[in-house]
């Protein structure tokens, strides 16, 4: 049975810091491509950050220089360093797990973190 599970979200001021965490288990975590989604209130699901099991990593422009993401295989961990909020990063925050299999592709979610940023 696979699991993502999230931890690290909360209420932050603006300008602060918090780290989020994602725990996976059922998979061969270190060929996944892992990523970081957020979904604000009333808007749609957005790609935050993604790595690569090489490690190569992107980010959405609005987090670019003050977010970032790393993965440590050994604990089968990705985590999402995030600095400078702003009220807009508001959202519930996922992990999200993706491999390629020819035509089709597996992937997985975990349940969301609250992240909350006061102005």
């Known amino acids: 049975q696979v699991q993502l599970v999230e931890s690290g979200g909360g209420l932050v001021q603006s300008g602060g810091s918090l780290r989020l965490s994602c725990a996976a288990s059922?998979?061969?975590?270190?060929?996944?491509?892992m990523g970081w989604y957020r979904q604000a209130p009333g808007k749609q699901r957005e790609l935050v950050a993604r790595i690569t099991s090489g490690g190569s990593t992107n980010y959405v422009d609005s987090v670019e220089g003050r977010f970032t993401i790393s993965r440590d295989n050994a604990k089968n961990t990705v985590y999402l360093q995030m600095n400078s909020l702003k009220p807009e990063d508001t959202a519930v925050y996922y992990c999200?797990?993706?491999?390629?299999?020819?035509?089709?592709?597996?992937?997985?979610w975990g349940q969301g973190t609250q992240v909350t940023v006061s102005s």
């Open positions: 059922g998979i061969i975590f270190r060929i996944y491509v």
């Open positions: 999200n797990a993706a491999l390629g299999l020819g035509l089709k592709t597996a992937e997985y």
